[in-house]
Each structure stands twice: as C-alpha cells, then as structure tokens.
C-alpha cells in the first residue's frame, strides 16, 4: 500500500517561495502505474490542483498556478517536490501530495496534509 | 476548464437514512468522475471512481452513478462514520482537474 508524507516548512513570509517535499513509500515512485501530484485546500475551502509530474520528469500545472508553479522528481530519494514562488496569504492552504492513477487520472492514495502559513 | 457544481451544498440526516448527492459538470464528462469523502483534519479519500467503480475497501452502502454531465453518489444507509465532506472531481479534461465545491452531511 502506497503512503505519502508531506514535509517543509508551516511558515512562508509573502514574496517568498514555498517548497514542498513528498515522500514516497510502500511503492517505487518510478512506477508505471502512477503519476504524483499536488493539491492544495485553503482553510474552510474546496481543493485546487495544482499540478503532477511522472517520474520520468514530464509535467503539467493547473494555468492559474503555471506562471508560479515548478514540480520536479528525485527518483533517488523516492520523492517529488512543490515550489511556488511569490507567495501570498491568498496561497496559505493545506498542501497534500497524492498518487494519479495514469490513464485514470484519479487521485488514489493521498497524503495526510501539511499546512503552510504565508505571513510575514 | 470545466466547473464542476454540486448539491446540496450542506444538509442534515440521520443515521439509517438513505442520501444523495448531485454533481455536474459544465460540460460533458463522460464517466470520467470520481467521488471523495473528507473527514475534518484529515486527507480526502477515494471512494469512487470510474463514476460508479467502488474503490477497493470502500463499504458497498455507497455507490455512484451517472454520464455526461449529471452524477450521483448514494449513501444507502447512511452510519456515523459518514458524516464528512463529499467531493465530486472530473478528470475528463485537463488540465486542470477541477473538484466540486463539496457537500457536507451532518447529523440532524
């Protein structure tokens, strides 16, 4: 069974940039079976997409995030990481990392969360 | 993109109840819907996909239906367990992936 952790920073100052890593286990992320990505939940609101990666490096991001937005992959380390430049309150939100099913597109096994503050 | 909507926004039930929830999309999405159910402070979970496709574990008192742009999730026999946030996602086009805004149930 796949599971996913979060990790990073709670605080981010406004114009700074976010990062995230999430780490894979129970399961290669080089896995032909998954893409991974990254969705985010601002407190008391839905879920927003934000963008995945496959592991061979291959990207897309949601356009109201793309000009901000760079996921990337170490297939060393099992993990794929979040950026997301020139934050501001509006970005503060729990941050959660999830497993795509390729071709399905769905979002299977999600990890617990991590929330990020933007404030100065 | 394509809007995904969903209602009732939020209502009240009680335990044994039979419930229903409705999704649609601006635009037609063939099957390709899942559902997921958010409980507070955790992650949201897969319960559907496929449109009516029960994931593996989920307890079969949930079942989904529909195509096109109007879906359904039902809860047969709604138990305190339950109660929780409900979110419907198309994956039909993307990017993006949108989600519904969510229907939450809660005891009456």
């Known amino acids: 069974q796949l599971q996913l952790q979060e990790s990073g920073p709670g605080l981010v100052k406004p114009s700074e940039t976010l990062s995230l890593t999430c780490t894979v286990s129970?399961?290669?992320?080089?896995?032909?079976?998954?893409?991974w990505g990254w969705i985010r939940q601002p407190p008391g609101k839905g879920l927003e997409w934000i963008g995945s990666i496959y592991y061979s490096g291959s990207t897309y991001y949601n356009p109201s995030l793309k000009s901000r937005v760079t996921i990337s992959v170490d297939t060393s380390k099992n993990q794929f990481s979040l950026k997301l430049s020139s934050v501001t309150a509006a970005d503060t939100a729990v941050y959660y990392c999830a497993s795509i099913v390729v071709v399905a597109e769905y979002f299977q096994h999600w990890g617990q969360g991590t929330l990020v503050t933007v404030s100065s | 993109a394509i809007r995904m909507t969903q209602s009732p926004s939020s209502f009240s039930a009680s335990t044994g109840d039979r419930v229903t929830i409705t999704c649609r999309a601006s635009q037609g999405i063939s099957s390709y819907l899942a559902w997921y159910q958010q409980k507070p402070g955790k992650a949201p979970k897969l319960l559907i996909y496929a449109a009516s496709t029960l994931q593996s574990g989920v307890p079969s008192r949930f079942s989904g239906s529909g195509s096109g742009t109007d879906f359904t999730l039902t809860i047969s026999c709604l138990q305190s367990e339950d109660f929780a946030t409900y979110y419907c996602?198309?994956?039909?086009?993307?990017?993006?992936?949108?989600f519904g805004p969510g229907t939450k149930v809660d005891i009456k």
């Open positions: 996602q198309q994956y039909y086009s993307y990017p993006p992936f949108t």
């Open positions: 129970g399961g290669s992320i080089s896995s032909s079976s998954y893409y």
